[in-house]
């Protein structure tokens, strides 16, 4: 089953009201008291704010919400939530059909950014650098001078611009639940180097497997209770929002996170508050990483279709129009859509964020879907909230 399909299934068990996501494996104590685990995680009360009900008090005193609301409420789409929000916290609650603020759904590449975020973590805490290679972490790894996988770097890694290949579905180890993260990156390292480091960008999964691998030979955890221990414990996420699939084994970093509305909001509200990573490590995930000079390979439709945008670190720059100007080099909306629908993204320069979360198969994939709905309801939203 791929791993696409494997997301299929997932959604079908949600609606029908089965637990998912990571599994007790990763949310029981270990014996080691200095490690924060998941089952410290924060009750609904404390992973967002008292407004999570979805009601229009929600939003009472801050400007007119309603032009927002009817917009979404016009909407074709039956079931999705939509949260918007600031560093100071969720500023607007609403939820349409079956869709709840804490409906947990399979965010696709949503989960670059959680990735990127944790990596970005571990380099603060010293268990990472942006500028380490593989064989620093990987024993296994080329290390001859005369290899160009011996100079990529973790940075390059996470804008991938690596020079490894293979888009969204061109990876088949990252769909295969049985293999772990090292199995998986020996492949990726064996078989899909094709550029030279930095010169070219390709938008899929190799990267960032990478990347999960070398932090957890270097750590000895699982790539989700990192991402448990770096963010989501501290932030109260659920104890479904995580990376499963596949595996525990061996999860896709790259596209196989869970997550509700209410665990991005925490997420996009730490970030944007400054409280979750430092001054610089916000600098180098939002700065332009395949500027002029750097061949876009491989790049999804929903950031190319009447758009130009270009990459940083696990998200998108956004830029409207066709071509890449000198304005949208500052600071302005940051994204990581998802295939499914889930688009979460963060305003740098009017100061707040957004997440549209649902889940939509749909020819195309659901971001052609919810990227041109939220940027509509974006600019209702700064309305609302005023200067």
Same mark, same amino acid.
């Given at each position: 089953?791929?791993?696409?399909?494997?997301?299929?299934?997932?959604?079908?068990?949600?609606?029908?009201?089965?637990?998912?996501?990571?599994?007790?494996?990763?949310?029981?104590?270990?014996?080691?008291?200095?490690?924060?685990?998941?089952?410290?995680?924060?009750?609904?009360?404390?992973?967002?704010?008292?407004?999570?009900?979805?009601?229009?008090?929600?939003?009472?005193?801050?400007?007119?919400?309603?032009?927002?609301?009817?917009?979404?409420?016009? !909407?074709?789409?039956?079931?999705?939530?939509?949260?918007?929000?600031?560093?100071?916290?969720?500023?607007?609650?609403?939820?349409?059909?079956?869709?709840?603020?804490?409906?947990?759904?399979?965010?696709?590449?949503?989960?670059?950014?959680?990735?990127?975020?944790?990596?970005?973590?571990?380099?603060?805490?010293?268990? @990472?650098?942006?500028?380490?290679?593989?064989?620093?972490?990987? !024993?296994?790894?080329?290390?001859?001078?005369?290899?160009?996988?011996?100079?990529?770097?973790?940075?390059?890694?996470?804008?991938?611009?690596?020079?490894?290949?293979?888009?969204?579905?061109?990876?088949?180890?990252?769909?295969?639940?049985?293999?772990?993260?090292?199995?998986?990156?020996?492949?990726?390292?064996?078989?899909?180097?094709?550029?030279?480091?930095?010169?070219?960008?390709?938008?899929?999964?190799?990267?960032?497997?990478?990347?999960?691998?070398?932090?957890?030979?270097?750590?000895?955890?699982?790539?989700?209770?990192?991402?448990?221990?770096?963010?989501?414990?501290?932030?109260?996420?659920?104890? @479904?929002?995580?990376?499963?699939?596949? !595996?525990?084994?061996?999860?896709?970093?790259?596209?196989?996170?869970?997550?509700?509305?209410?665990?991005?909001?925490?997420?996009?509200?730490?970030?944007?508050?400054?409280?979750? @990573?430092?001054?610089?490590?916000?600098?180098?995930?939002?700065?332009?990483?395949?500027?002029?000079?750097?061949?876009?390979?491989?790049?999804?439709?929903?950031?190319?279709?009447?758009?130009?945008?270009?990459?940083?670190?696990?998200?998108?720059?956004?830029?409207?129009?066709?071509?890449?100007?000198?304005?949208?080099?500052?600071?302005?909306?940051? !994204?990581?859509?998802?295939?499914?629908?889930?688009?979460?993204?963060?305003?740098?320069?009017?100061?707040?964020?957004?997440?549209?979360?649902?889940?939509?198969?749909?020819?195309?994939?659901?971001?052609?879907?919810?990227?041109?709905?939220?940027?509509?309801?974006?600019?209702?939203?700064?309305?609302?909230?005023?200067?």
């Amino acid at each position: 089953m791929s791993a696409w399909m494997r997301l299929l299934f997932l959604l079908i068990l949600m609606v029908s009201g089965c637990p998912v996501g990571p599994d007790d494996d990763d949310t029981t104590a270990d014996d080691d008291d200095a490690t924060t685990d998941d089952d410290e995680l924060a009750d609904d009360d404390d992973s967002g704010d008292d407004d999570d009900s979805g009601d229009d008090d929600d939003s009472a005193g801050i400007g007119d919400w309603q032009p927002l609301r009817d917009a979404i409420d016009a !909407s074709a789409i039956a079931d999705f939530t939509v949260l918007i929000g600031t560093s100071a916290g969720t500023a607007f609650v609403h939820e349409k059909g079956a869709s709840q603020s804490t409906t947990i759904y399979a965010i696709a590449s949503a989960s670059k950014w959680l990735t990127s975020a944790t990596a970005l973590a571990l380099v603060e805490d010293g268990v @990472l650098a942006l500028d380490d290679t593989p064989q620093d972490h990987l !024993s296994w790894w080329a290390s001859d001078a005369g290899d160009p996988r011996s100079t990529i770097t973790v940075e390059q890694l996470l804008s991938f611009t690596s020079g490894f290949d293979g888009a969204i579905d061109g990876v088949p180890c990252v769909e295969d639940g049985q293999s772990t993260l090292d199995a998986c990156a020996r492949e990726i390292h064996d078989s899909l180097h094709v550029y030279a480091p930095g010169s070219t960008f390709v938008y899929g999964p190799a990267h960032m497997q990478v990347v999960a691998a070398m932090a957890s030979a270097s750590t000895g955890e699982r790539w989700n209770r990192l991402f448990r221990q770096q963010i989501a414990n501290d932030l109260g996420m659920a104890a @479904l929002a995580g990376f499963a699939l596949p !595996s525990l084994d061996n999860p896709r970093a790259a596209g196989g996170g869970t997550a509700s509305a209410e665990d991005y909001a925490a997420f996009l509200t730490a970030l944007s508050s400054g409280t979750l @990573l430092s001054a610089a490590s916000l600098e180098r995930m939002a700065a332009d990483h395949t500027p002029e000079g750097v061949v876009l390979a491989e790049v999804p439709d929903a950031a190319t279709d009447g758009r130009s945008w270009h990459y940083a670190l696990g998200c998108w720059r956004e830029c409207a129009g066709d071509t890449y100007t000198a304005a949208c080099d500052e600071p302005g909306v940051l !994204s990581s859509p998802g295939a499914f629908g889930f688009y979460p993204w963060w305003d740098q320069g009017r100061g707040f964020w957004g997440v549209v979360a649902t889940q939509l198969v749909v020819a195309g994939g659901g971001a052609e879907v919810t990227v041109p709905l939220g940027q509509e309801w974006a600019e209702l939203a700064a309305v609302a909230l005023g200067p």
